[in-house]
């Protein structure tokens, strides 16, 4: 979902506010909140391996969206690139993601006691006790469990990303395709796609394939509670969320 067309706050009293930028690998967010928390306008966009540019284009479409006289009284960064883009944009605050992610799901449930995040290059998972972090992990190496993979082998099979879910839903017989690495999951795909396996079936697979990864590879032994968040861009996918 693009943003750039929305402006949240219609009131003539937004005239200052925080800036919170999460620049990932895949996907950059911009979010501005006044005192009470309350989101002032915001902008989800592609990184496009351009993270400079991307946030000083997208910068100037929130300058000019809430105004010439608009005040930034503290600007805070997180997400892979955060460093980079904190030093660029003067940040106030630098805050690593586990940090970032906990915060904002204590704030939006504060019973939350597990989160699970699924992001496009790397996932993690953090144990919250009495709004404090108690435990987190995250992968190491096999990104057989993140976004991009999926759309990685979606294209083998002919479908776009917004489709996946739906076409996913509709598999009546999910294929096996392991929760092992890239390589054996991506090699599983081509076997099915050999033997004519329907794209809803193979789909399914892949949707159980990305959990069970995640929880065999970054949950692990590791306690999962009972109020459970799940983060980052796959949680807009219905197919992952239901293969949970």
Do not use: W
């Not at 996932?123 to 006790?129: A, L, Q, T």
């Amino acid at each position: 979902y693009d943003s750039k067309d929305k402006h949240i706050c219609t009131s003539e009293n937004c005239k200052e506010g925080y800036l919170g930028i999460d620049i990932g690998s895949t996907s950059t967010n911009f979010v501005v909140i006044d005192d009470e928390n309350q989101v002032i306008d915001y902008i989800y966009t592609k990184t496009k391996g351009r993270p400079k540019e991307v946030v000083i284009e997208n910068l100037e479409i929130l300058k000019e969206r809430l105004g010439k006289d608009f005040k930034f009284k503290g600007i805070a960064t997180t997400g892979s690139g955060r460093e980079f883009i904190g030093k660029l944009v003067n940040a106030d605050f630098i805050v690593n993601e586990i940090t970032a992610q906990a915060e904002g799901a204590i704030d939006v449930y504060e019973d939350v006691d597990t989160i699970f995040e699924i992001g496009g290059q790397d996932s993690k998972y953090i144990s919250i006790e009495d709004k404090l972090i108690k435990d987190f992990e995250m992968n190491k190496i096999c990104a057989a469990g993140t976004g991009a993979f999926i759309e990685e082998q979606i294209k083998k099979i002919g479908i776009s990303l917004e489709e996946f879910g739906d076409i996913a839903l509709a598999g009546d017989n999910p294929c096996d395709l392991g929760d092992r690495c890239t390589v054996f999951i991506e090699g599983n795909i081509g076997k099915a796609i050999a033997q004519n396996e329907s794209i809803e079936n193979i789909s399914a697979g892949l949707a159980y394939s990305i959990v069970k990864n995640y929880l065999t590879r970054v949950v692990g032994n590791r306690k999962i509670g009972e109020k459970i968040l799940l983060q980052g861009g796959i949680a807009h996918n219905q197919a992952v969320v239901n293969a949970f």
